[in-house]
């Protein structure tokens, strides 16, 4: 198969990603609220990265269970600092509690986080690559800052909408380009 060139075909992990998941739309509320947090932590690093942690934060953020997530006291986010198969980010570790609280606020108003992001967006995939940026990502951002979430820059805002397959980013010599899977 013709992968994606930023594709690390020697980590399987990667590949599976790649093929199964990155750039198909899903939008239960589960999974967006896993894809916010995780991109959220690669604010600096490579998405392998936290791809390579990704079931270690499973395991520690209680597999994104939101009301778990929204309850972590002082002993728990200092649990998680001394948890090595995570990004121990102090500031990050504090704004995933925070953004958990208000991503549970939006789906209190909205009725769901996808009945939210659709206040943006009006269900046309976007097809585009080598962008880092668009003006639905610059949009969300902003508002989920005026919010008060942190680490929800239009750059992570964009990379969270190509996971969860808002916007599909497979390069023209990929074999996913451009098919809705």
Not at 59 to 86: M, T, W
Request: hydrophobic share 35%; net charge negative; glycine share 4%.
């Amino acid at each position: 198969m013709n992968r994606c060139r930023w594709c690390n075909e020697k980590n399987p992990l990667y590949v599976t990603y790649h093929d199964e998941e990155w750039g198909r739309l899903c939008l239960e509320d589960s999974y967006l609220f896993e894809m916010l947090i995780l991109e959220s932590f690669q604010a600096g690093l490579s998405w392998e990265c936290i791809l390579n942690k990704r079931e270690a934060f499973r395991k520690a953020y209680d597999h994104f269970n939101i009301d778990k997530v929204c309850s972590y006291d002082d002993a728990k986010q200092e649990e998680l600092r001394n948890n090595p198969g995570i990004v121990r980010n102090r500031l990050k570790i504090k704004a995933s509690i925070q953004n958990a609280i208000i991503f549970r606020n939006i789906q209190k108003e909205f009725g769901s986080f996808e009945q939210y992001l659709k206040t943006f967006w009006d269900g046309t995939i976007l097809y585009e690559y080598d962008k880092t940026t668009n003006d639905l990502s610059d949009h969300i951002s902003l508002d989920l800052q005026k919010r008060g979430m942190k680490f929800v820059g239009s750059t992570i805002i964009y990379s969270f909408l190509g996971a969860i397959g808002i916007i599909n980013s497979h390069l023209p010599e990929c074999d996913l380009y451009r098919r809705n899977v």
